[in-house]
């Protein structure tokens, strides 16, 4: 192996990565070669002040500044719903078009055309059955008039 080729091996070492065999190897290394022992030492000193380093999480006040901010709140709901429509287009133009695929392939036969058919109405039966369902409850809320 080469200088090069150690010099890969130094965090691994610092990190007690390396098997016996790397550890020995590279240890033997580090004794006769003054370029890479220099090297080394510095790796040590970077990674002994790393260890020192530590990850600080912001306060919970913190957080609650931040998301109390009507600014994020908004930014953070108008993204959600941007992406959230978009997608729902996409999906909507992509089984249109599949199904315009189908319906005009003349080699699908007969029954996928009826099956596909019927999922699309008893798709649309069911949006409709949850919306009225969910306009019925909205009607008959009686909190909804409750300021919050």
Known sequence: MKCHDYKDLMMGYLDDELSMEQRGRFEEHIAGCGDCAK???EFKK????????ALVEPEDKLWEDYWGSIYNR???GVGW???SV???????????????EIVKDPSHVMTLKLGLLGLIAGLAIMFVSVLRER???WKKDRYRDIRR
């Open 81 to 83: 719903i941007l992406m």
């Open 39 to 41: 090297e080394f030492e």
């Open 135 to 137: 306009l019925y409850f």
């Open 46 to 53: 970077l990674k002994a002040i790393t260890d020192e380093v």
């Open 86 to 100: 978009a997608g729902i287009l996409l999906l909507i133009y992509g089984g249109f078009k599949l199904i315009e």
């Open 74 to 76: 908004i930014e953070r």
